[in-house]
């Protein structure tokens, strides 16, 4: 009996060792229908006191936009990046993480009758909006028509859409004319404005670890696969961005990209692999990509205050994103 306890004992000791779960460490044991498995490899070895993300956007609006890096201040966010972003998969201190993006609502500025907005946002694009009164129609209440502007923090593109909004009103998210996001009126006059920054949190909403993953012990190189459906269902326009960094950065006085260590996909970082179909089951590589999005060593991104050693941890080298169909 004694021999038997021992060999479970080191079998357990195995699983632990080789870091890979299966069917996530959450209770669960249902294999996934798809997963993507991703792996990217570094110019040195996988320091684990930096920061290694796998940014997704899976907010399906068919357009041109992806999470980025944050290069510099005054607003950091959660420290690393911002753009278009629904999910992130984190590596640091030897633990992978599956994360949905939380994001804050912030009234930077307001005239008139725009007084309060309120909400909440759960991943998508950071950006600000612009909402302007067009023209107001007499009624009980009056009713505004409004321009909105969005600016995408990823591209700087800006978009133009219309609406309207009742006068002394509290209008909740689900009404409003720019989804999840709400607002509390006065009286309304053409000209009275809002701009409103949708802002990466500083938190986001663990989803738990992926359903396997290989831990680097030493080496350059990351791997881990994640069950699609939890970054949403019938993605045929996913984007995708490696994004890496040797510190989190809060402080609103470090606004020069200089100061800042960090990598991603493109030159500065700022490409992404973009309209990608999972459900096409084609593997997608660096040595196969685009030159906009193609990853090489030494960006001009990593010549902050760092060594060549910790430069070299945080340089994306490669990666290769592989769909496919367990069941």
């Known amino acids: 009996m004694s021999g038997r306890i021992g060999a479970i004992v080191l079998i357990c000791l195995v699983i632990v060792l080789s870091g890979c779960a299966r069917g996530g460490e959450n209770g669960g044991s249902v ?22 993300f796998v940014a997704f956007d899976a907010d399906t609006d068919q357009g041109a936009d992806f999470p980025v890096p ?21 590596y640091h201190q030897g633990h ?29 694009d950071a950006g600000v909006y612009t909402v302007t009164v067009t023209s107001v129609t007499p009624g009980t209440p009056d009713v505004a028509d409004v321009q909105i502007e969005f600016e995408a923090a990823s591209t700087g593109q800006v978009t133009t859409t219309a609406g309207t909004l009742p006068a002394n009103s509290t ?7 720019i989804p999840g996001i709400g607002f509390v009126t006065g009286d309304l006059s053409v000209g009275d404005y809002a701009v409103i920054a949708l802002e990466m949190a500083d938190t986001a909403t663990s989803l738990g670890p992926p359903y396997e993953y290989v831990l680097p012990w030493g080496t350059q ?34 606004v020069d990209p200089d100061e800042n260590v960090y990598d991603g996909l493109g030159t500065l970082g700022n490409d992404a692999i ?9 593997t997608i590589r660096n040595s ?11 960006d001009s991104t990593l010549i902050g205050p760092a060594t060549d050693e910790d430069q070299d941890s945080v340089d994306i080298i490669d990666w290769q994103v592989i769909p496919q169909r367990l069941r």
């Open 288 to 298: 196969d990509a685009s030159s906009s999005y193609k990853e090489g060593p030494d």
């Open 274 to 282: 973009t309209l990608f179909d999972p459900y096409e089951f084609i």
């Open 221 to 254: 190189t990351l791997q881990a696969t994640i069950d699609l459906s939890e970054l949403g269902q019938n993605l045929n326009n996913l984007s995708i961005n490696f994004i890496t960094t040797t510190e989190l950065i809060f402080d609103p006085n470090v």
């Open 171 to 177: 209008i909740p998210p689900e009404q409003s004319p």
């Open 96 to 124: 992978y993480e599956l994360y949905e993006v939380d994001l804050n609502i912030v009234l930077r500025e307001a005239t008139g009758g725009f007084q309060q907005v309120t909400g909440d946002v759960t991943g998508g």
């Open 31 to 52: 294999v996934p229908e798809v997963v993507l498995k991703i792996i990217w490899q570094m110019a040195g070895p996988v320091n684990d006191d930096f920061y290694y």
């Open 70 to 90: 944050v290069a510099a201040g005054p607003y950091w966010g959660n420290g690393w990046g911002t753009g278009s972003m629904t999910h992130f998969l984190e």
